[in-house]
């Protein structure tokens, strides 16, 4: 029973993860605003990547830098939810030094000059890094917000994952653009 439970949970996570996905996301859609499909989407990745045991206390810790409707609609959809059995808590970023631990940093588009530094800051630590820019999955990102054919894609780069001591699920895996 417990084990057809179990079966149950994974596969609802699955066929809302593929639902999400399979929306393909135009680009340009008036549905839904891009802060919120990033933010979904975001909040899903984070259901397929697994942390090491040692970020799995305290607070469960989501850094936004350079978006504020991004921002305020993780807080709005997911303040005083939990995610993995921790709190979420939403962060602004002001400057890569004002933070020092994170499970996510999401950086916007408009501060794709920061990459560098937010890499450098945060390589070798747990942190799923994820960004919206060009050519920044293959920069370092752990995943990257894409444009192809004018439907919203992502990049996944495993190096930059496991040099973070992540793990991404085979679903996500095979539904991202691998670089």
Known sequence: MRKNLNQMKRIGKVVALIGLLLL???????DRPMHEIHSMLMFNFIKYVEWPETSKSGNFVIGVYGDDEVLNTLKTFYTNRSVKGQNVQIVKITDVNSINSAHVVYLADDMNSQFDEVKAKFSGKPTLIITDGNNLGKKGSCINFKEIGGKLKFEINQASIQQNNL???????????MI
């Open 167 to 177: 793990k991404v699920s085979n679903q996500l895996a095979s539904m991202g653009i």
């Open 24 to 30: 393909g996301f135009t680009v340009k859609s008036a």
